[in-house]
């Protein structure tokens, strides 16, 4: 039963498109063309948008100390409508709108500030206490000379197969 479920939206939902595209085209003649082109190239420069500034923002709230559950959110938002919106039809379009003007789009860093809540001015109270800088990092140059080893011996090996090799003129 549930195959024939997903088969019957599988082969419905371009149906309808189908249909919902004739009848805007009975009414608005050949500017639906326009209307997919558009559609279809706003789809893609999202797309292309996103594949560009997923990772700086995800970066900007990784340290900014925020957890990165908002900013995924986001992007697979945009990144899903993107897909509808390339996806010819009314309903998929209406649809990538509604996901496009959903609330609370915006990555943690940018929100508003809340009223009553403290002003940051950049200073914070507290303690602390120096801590001598050779055993703060002791523990780096271990893991540095491991990782440097096994580095080391990675490129060995493919320059052993053939990579890394200036390549030879004939």
């Known amino acids: 039963m549930r195959a024939w479920f997903g088969v019957?939206?599988?082969?419905g939902l371009p149906a309808l498109e189908l249909v919902g595209i004739y009848l805007i085209w009975q009414r608005i003649g050949a500017w639906t063309l326009a209307w997919l082109a558009a559609a279809v190239?706003?789809?893609?420069?999202?797309?292309?948008?996103?594949?560009?500034?997923?990772?700086p923002r995800l970066a900007q709230t990784l340290l900014a100390g925020h957890t990165p559950f908002a900013v995924l959110f986001a992007t697979a938002r945009r990144i899903l409508a993107a897909l509808l919106l390339i996806f010819p039809g009314a309903g998929s379009d209406l649809f990538?709108?509604?996901?496009?003007?959903w609330p609370g789009g915006?990555?943690?860093?940018q929100r508003p500030p809340r009223s009553g809540s403290a002003?940051?001015?950049?200073?914070?109270?507290?303690e602390f206490e120096r801590v001598d800088q050779a055993y703060r990092f002791a523990w780096v140059d271990p893991v540095k000379e491991t990782l440097n080893k096994w580095l080391r011996g990675r490129i060995a090996a493919l320059r052993g197969v053939g990579f890394g090799r200036p390549l030879s003129r004939p």
């Open 119 to 126: 002003r940051h001015d950049g200073v914070i109270e507290g």
């Open 106 to 109: 915006r990555p943690p860093g």
């Open 8 to 11: 019957i939206i599988a082969l």
């Open 41 to 55: 190239a706003i789809g893609l420069w999202l797309l292309r948008r996103e594949h560009f500034n997923f990772l």
């Open 96 to 101: 990538a709108l509604a996901l496009l003007l």
